[in-house]
T-cell receptor, first 114, second 111 residues
C-alpha cells in the first residue's frame, strides 16, 4: 500500500492564480480530510468527506473547494490564491469500519502564495 | 466549538529522561488521538484513546474522559522522539473524519 499520497510536494503561486492539490489513498477508507498547518499552530480542518459524493466544511473552508467523485481521490481546489493561504496542506484518511479510527496522513504540500 | 489545550508548549529533555505531555479538552469526546510530527513534517498516529490506557513500547497514554484530559508519557527518551506531539479530538456530535487539533508540544531530546 502506498497509503495517502499528495502532489505536488511544493508549489509557488502568484496571487489570484488557481490550482488543485491532489490527494489519493489506496486503503479503501471512507473518510478523507484536508487540513492546513501554519507556523506554531496545530492543524485546522478545511473540508472533509464521509464518502464518495459527500463533503462538508470544516473550520476554515473559505477560498477552498472540494469534491469526492471516487473513494480514492479527494482533491482540494484553491479558487483564487491569496497570501493568507500560504501554508502546509495535509490530506488524511481514516476507515469508518476500523475499530481504531486512526487517521493516516499524507506527506503534505508546502504552498507559497506571493 | 471544542477547545483543546496542550501543555507544556515546549520541552527540552536529555536522552534517557521521562516526560509527561498533557491535553485538556472542553467538551465530551468520542475520538481522541495522539500524533507525532517528526522534524521532516510527517504526521504519525501514536494512539487512538478516547478513554482508558494504552502502551506501545516506550510510549503510553491515558485518557480520563470524565475529567476531560489525556496524558502522553514518554519514557527513556531518545533523540528520535524529537518533534511536535499533537492531541486531536472529535466530539460526540461530529463525524469521525473531523478532528480538532491542539497547538502541540514541541519536544527536543538532546544527546
Amino acid at each position: 500500500n502506498a497509503g495517502v499520497t499528495q502532489t505536488p510536494k511544493f508549489q509557488v503561486l502568484k496571487t489570484g492564480q488557481s490550482m488543485t492539490l491532489q490527494c489519493a489513498q489506496d486503503m479503501n477508507h471512507e473518510y478523507m480530510s484536508w487540513y492546513r498547518q501554519d507556523p506554531g499552530m496545530g492543524l485546522r480542518l478545511i473540508h472533509y468527506s464521509v464518502g464518495a459524493g459527500i463533503t462538508d466544511q470544516g473550520e476554515v473552508p473559505n477560498g477552498y473547494n472540494v469534491s469526492r467523485s471516487t473513494t480514492e481521490d479527494f482533491p482540494l481546489r484553491l479558487l483564487s490564491a491569496a497570501p493568507s493561504q500560504t501554508s502546509v496542506y495535509f490530506c488524511a484518511s481514516s476507515d469508518r469500519d476500523s475499530f481504531t479510527y486512526e487517521q493516516y496522513f499524507g506527506p503534505g504540500t508546502r504552498l507559497t502564495v506571493t | 466549538g471544542i477547545q483543546v489545550e496542550q501543555s507544556p508548549p515546549d520541552l527540552i529533555l536529555q536522552e534517557g529522561a521521562n516526560s509527561t505531555l498533557r491535553c485538556n479538552f472542553s467538551d465530551s469526546v468520542n475520538n481522541l488521538q495522539w500524533f507525532h510530527q517528526n522534524p521532516w513534517g510527517q504526521l504519525i498516529n501514536l494512539f487512538y484513546i478516547p478513554s482508558g490506557t494504552k502502551q506501545n513500547g516506550r510510549l503510553s497514554a491515558t485518557t480520563v474522559a470524565t475529567e476531560r484530559y489525556s496524558l502522553l508519557y514518554i519514557s527513556s527518551s531518545q533523540t528520535t522522539d524529537s518533534g511536535v506531539y499533537f492531541c486531536a479530538v472529535g466530539t460526540t456530535t461530529d463525524s469521525w473524519g473531523k478532528l480538532q487539533f491542539g497547538a502541540g508540544t514541541q519536544v527536543v531530546v538532546t544527546p
